[in-house]
């Protein structure tokens, strides 16, 4: 008898083991397509869903029971889920570059950057084409990337960034061929006279958009020439070629991609002001010359609460005859995140996005990363982020919504 009950209660405690082992821990994952760990979370967490490849144990307790899988999502039917930090989570279901599309624009879609692919849930929320059917890669196209030194270049993290593109039928923003930022110093310090500076110049658009021909959509041939007064950067460019080196970089990429669209992108040209008057006044410089010029980013590295509408600054560059693209999107806030600051945030990304919806020729929105994980924004500014509409646990935030609702708007 006592031989039985020691047998039975080792049993029990076989079992309790084995479901306390299948239960993950707060914050780990708990269901998704492929996902073959526990579904359940330890006490005081919930497994809520977050996509079709992760839902994730936070802290809290079950009102809506365990959720691994879309139909039982949290995030359906108006109901409002809680995100990291204890936080509102978004309602909405839908995708974004579906919705962007029934909206009548080309893209929604998302940069990205070559030691993020290795993150599986992150790769299988940027891989969803409906969610981004457009992406940028953040850092591998740009110079200190590909031509290391003087005409040797490397292809190799940038060709990654095209595959993942190819493998998801997504469209490619080239960032960029010339800015002052990420410039190998063989460029910078080289001392060069005009000639050779623009010979360079030439080499490096044409050979890394020839290289990438028929592969993008659009280019950024010229990064940020312009000072927040709207003078002229006073970069290793313009410090020896004045404002020609634009002109060159244009013509280089055209002669390499007759059909990619030739962007100048730039920050703080969102709403009126004196920088946003000199692109204009450059676009207006570019056409009467005749330089190829098809259109604006308007980056869009914005602060919560410091949002309003860009509807006519926008539809001022497109009364010039080129279109325009919200190119690097990201909204930031004063850490910690509240509710309000969500809040505030989801009217602030709706602002923008229904600016572009309100002008035909805003073609399309790239947020700069889709979320808080990979975002560039606590590196910069220091005590900020909360930036993007994901949080760092890949979980949709308010901010998501008011994406939505611009389009719709
Ligand atoms: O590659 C080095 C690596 O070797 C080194 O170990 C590491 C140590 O910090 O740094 C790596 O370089 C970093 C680089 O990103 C690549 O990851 C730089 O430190 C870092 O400053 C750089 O930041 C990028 C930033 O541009 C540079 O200005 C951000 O990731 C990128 O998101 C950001 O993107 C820019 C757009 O191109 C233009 N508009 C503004 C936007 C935000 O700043």
Known sequence: MAITTLATSLSALVLLASLVSAQSAVYGQCGGTGWTGPTTCVSGSVCTYSNPYYSQCLPGTASSGSSSSASSSTASSGATPTISGGLPGATGTGKLHTVAKAAGKTYFGSATDNPELTDSPYVAILSDNTMFGQITPGNSWKWDATEPSRGTFTFTAGDAILSLAQKNSQLLRGHNCVWYNQLPSWVTSGNFDAATLQSIITTHCSTIVGHYKGDTYSWDVVNEPFNDDGTWRTDVFYNTLNTSYVATALNAAKSADSAT?????????????????????????????GTPIDGVGVQGHLIVGEVSSMTSNLAAFTALGVEVAITELDIRMTLPATAALYAQQKTDYQTVISSCQAVAECIGVTIWDYTDKYSWVPATFSGQGGACPWDASLLKKPAFDGIVNGFQS
């Open 261 to 289: 669209k030739l962007y100048i992108n730039d920050y703080n040209i969102e709403t009126a002001g004196a920088k946003s008057t000199a692109m204009q006044n450059l676009v207006k410089s570019l056409k009467s010359a």
